[in-house]
């Protein structure tokens, strides 16, 4: 029987962890409840008693769902100033990094048969900081349409800004819908990419979000990130 070493990489605090579950059902349930929202189906309005009831608790859904998200996004920003392994943002000073980024492409389009061992490969770390970035834009535009009929409140102060920089609330809306849509493709590519990498390359992408750590057959070439 062949023995084979593996070392150990501790990356993601439990804050970090909490917050991705989090957002994936945060995600599930706003999507779902932000498409029942824009266009709801035709069933709702066929009892007029109770269709408007329906639709108001669907959208209590949906801010609970928003308000459940911001809050476990503190714990994300606890977990990113005192653990290093939750700070893999892309190096975009670093010609090397563009070079991986390459190389794992080439890889992902199954010209490369492989490529070298990561934490976090160059491109995984760019979509994730897209994605916070994506985040910020629904964020931003939610709230700001959540407090339009307030706005002399706090929410309405911190939030109003918005609706005037983008031409008022439809376009708030317009910006929200669509945005919403990248971040549901964004997670189809996701999953398909992560359980790739967790059942091809043995990069422990997905056990790596229940347990906090990385078993590695080689040394990654980010390990200094953490260590």
């Known amino acids: 029987m062949k023995r084979e070493e593996r070392k150990e990489y501790y990356l993601f605090s439990p804050f970090l962890r909490i917050f991705h ?6 995600i599930v349930v706003l999507s779902v409840t932000g498409l029942l929202i824009t266009k709801p189906p035709t069933m709702l309005f066929s009892e007029p008693t109770y269709s408007p009831l329906l639709m ?13 998200f911001c809050a476990g996004f503190i ?7 005192i653990n290093r392994g939750d700070r893999l943002f892309p190096h975009f000073w670093s010609l090397m990094y563009y070079r991986d980024a390459i190389e794992v492409a080439r890889h992902y389009m199954f010209l490369k048969l492989s490529h070298k061992p990561f934490l976090r490969n160059p491109l995984a770390r760019a979509a994730y900081a897209g994605l916070y970035g994506m985040v910020a834009v629904e964020v931003l535009t ?5 407090y339009m009929t307030e706005p002399s409140a706090i929410g309405g102060v911190l939030f109003g800004w918005v609706n005037r920089i983008l031409g008022g609330e439809y376009m708030a ?5 669509y945005m919403a849509w990248v971040i549901i493709l964004f997670a189809i590519g996701h999953f398909y990419l992560v359980v790739r990498s967790e059942f091809m390359e043995g990069e422990a992408e997905v056990s790596s979000m229940f347990a906090g750590s990385k078993l590695l057959r080689h040394t990654p070439a980010d390990a200094r990130d953490v260590e």
């Not at 579950?21 to 945060?26: G, I």
């Not at 714990?75 to 100033?81: D, K």
């Not at 939610?142 to 959540?146: D, E, I, P, T, V």
Request: proline share 0%; hydrophobic share 65%.
């Open 21 to 26: 579950w989090l957002m994936v059902a945060a």
């Open 56 to 68: 108001n608790l669907i959208r209590n859904i949906h801010f609970v769902a928003a308000f459940a």
């Open 75 to 81: 714990g994300r920003v606890y977990g990113f100033i």
């Open 142 to 146: 939610g709230f700001a349409m959540y």
């Open 173 to 177: 809306h317009v910006v929200h819908h």
